[in-house]
């Protein structure tokens, strides 16, 4: 289960230190087997904030909460138009080097699969296939009444035309797809609903305080299994949804390396910890195996 974010977690003074070497990522990787579990700094090059890093998200914003989005109608249409608002960045995100390596290194054989935190559907978007998205996708929307799936883009346009003057400038951009608004700014947005049944829209994705759905889980616990080393990319691992797997594959004795610039909940576990930026890392790994990432992808539809 996804809870409510805090900044509670702080690194132990004995976790092992960051390195700059990204040899042991290499050597993972060219024995191949490799499973990834990306986050949201693995995103942040494209234009799209993390959470916890310095000056991340959670520094002035709170994700929606399951429980508020069905209690309230207020709530809920504070989010669509906050995240109509967000959706027109997430659409003109582009993948990054990182997103590409990762793609790269699937299309030589070299990992097993992608378990992503993210919902922004940019590891798709770079080229990879079959990417697990743990908490679901911004581009798709779920109608809690009569379970009709839907594409975002479809819901874009009726929020649109259902709220031709709303133009408001945000404070910011979240992960989550959240623009920064405030009550004033929300003002009399117009929330549509199912085109069905009249029921309540919910974007395809897992709240947070809202469980992960247990096929999906158990389905990345198999691929844990199966993989021969996992790789983190992005990720502060302080919510239990990513943490899990790494304890995983740890209790296995599976290799668990970690790329990501700070401090992570899961350092303990890993045999390295790359401190260095996403893009940089992994183009710096795809050198040392002489692999190509190729240009910049086409932006999301």
Not at 230 to 245: D, I, Y
Request: proline share 7%; glycine share 12%.
């Amino acid at each position: 289960m996804r809870m409510r974010p805090t900044l509670s977690w702080t690194p132990a003074g004995d976790l092992p230190p960051g390195t700059t070497d990204v040899a042991p990522v290499a050597d993972a990787l060219s024995a191949g087997g490799v499973l990834v579990v990306s986050g949201a700094g693995i995103s942040t090059e494209s234009g799209i904030p993390d959470y916890r890093s310095e000056g991340g998200s959670l520094s002035r914003h709170t994700p929606m909460t399951y429980q508020d989005f069905l209690g309230s109608a207020r709530a809920r249409r504070r989010y669509w138009a906050r995240s109509h608002l967000g959706w027109r960045t997430f659409g003109r995100a582009r993948p990054n080097a990182g997103h590409r390596a990762v793609a790269a290194f699937e299309r030589h054989g070299l990992l097993s699969g992608v378990i992503t935190q993210n919902v922004d559907g940019l590891h798709q978007a770079a080229g990879s296939g079959g990417v697990v998205e743990l908490h679901g996708s911004l581009d798709r929307v779920v109608c809690l009444s009569c379970g009709r799936f839907s594409a975002r883009r479809e819901l874009a346009v009726r929020l649109e035309e259902a709220n031709p003057l709303f133009e408001p400038v945000p404070a910011g951009i979240n992960p989550d797809g959240d623009a920064d608004l405030t009550d004033e700014q929300v003002g009399g947005f117009r929330v549509v609903p199912c085109t069905v049944c009249g029921g309540i829209l919910k974007p395809d994705v897992v709240f947070f305080g809202e469980a992960v759905p247990p096929g999906r889980v158990e389905h990345c616990r198999e691929l844990v299994r199966e993989a021969a080393s996992l790789l983190v990319l992005g990720s502060s691992l302080t919510v239990m949804s990513g943490l899990r797997f790494v304890r995983q594959a740890a209790q296995t004795g599976k290799p668990v390396l970690i790329v990501n610039r700070d401090p992570t909940r899961g350092d303990q576990h890993a045999v390295t910890r790359v401190a260095l930026p996403l893009g940089a890392a992994l183009t710096a790994v795809a050198g040392r195996l002489g692999i190509p990432l190729g240009g910049e992808a086409a932006p999301q539809a």
